[in-house]
């Protein structure tokens, strides 16, 4: 068995449920599609990203044990994605659910010099370009507060196989101010 963390994130209402509801609501499907969840991070209270893009998010983070393969866990993910009304039409835009798989136990996708050429893309880039194959850890995981402060719920000690750091460690390299901004609700 694997495990995987999967961070949680929703700002917008989806059939009359709010983004708490919808959450809990997609880790039940996750849990009735084969992944089996081990720990549920606390929900929290995080600013939009980027700022001004729409309401503030609720995020929170799941650590999964599974023994489907890397694709299939992202392809089960974007399925529960649009159970829930995810349209994929704006980068980084408003949500009703998203889902993304941050990690899976030490290992790189698609290999460390793919890794590398998306956690090096310079911001403008990152903004315009999506990876068209499964990139782990998440390239932009230790720049994301509303990533790392769950996540700390759930697997606090897992340790970067690139940056050779904890999700404590990588929260302690974040501006003070983005962490006190992740609110526990």
């Given amino acids: 068995m694997s495990k995987v963390v999967v961070a949680l994130g929703a700002n917008l209402t989806l059939r009359g449920n709010t983004p708490k509801v919808t959450l809990a609501q997609a880790l039940e499907v996750m849990e009735a599609n084969g992944l089996v969840i081990r720990a549920k991070s606390r929900l929290f209270s995080t600013p939009c990203f980027p700022a001004g893009a729409g309401p503030d998010y609720v995020n929170a983070a799941a650590l999964i044990e599974t023994e489907l393969e890397p694709r299939g866990v992202l392809d089960l993910l974007h399925e529960v994605e649009a159970e829930f009304g995810r349209a994929r039409v704006q980068r980084w835009g408003m949500r009703t659910l998203d889902l993304d798989l941050v990690c899976w136990d030490d290992r790189v996708l698609p290999d460390l010099d793919g890794y590398r050429r998306w956690l090096d893309?310079?911001?403008?880039?990152?903004?315009?370009?999506?990876?068209?194959?499964?990139?782990?850890?998440?390239?932009?995981?230790?720049?994301?507060?509303?990533?790392?402060?769950?996540?700390?719920?759930?697997?606090?000690?897992?340790?970067?196989?690139?940056?050779?750091l904890t999700v404590r460690e990588m929260i302690g390299q974040l501006p003070a101010d983005e962490v006190a901004a992740v609110t526990p609700l």
């Fill in 121 to 164: 893309l310079p911001m403008e880039q990152q903004v315009q370009s999506a990876p068209e194959q499964l990139i782990v850890p998440h390239p932009r995981l230790q720049d994301r507060a509303f990533v790392l402060v769950p996540m700390a719920d759930v697997a606090p000690d897992w340790r970067h196989p690139v940056l050779d």
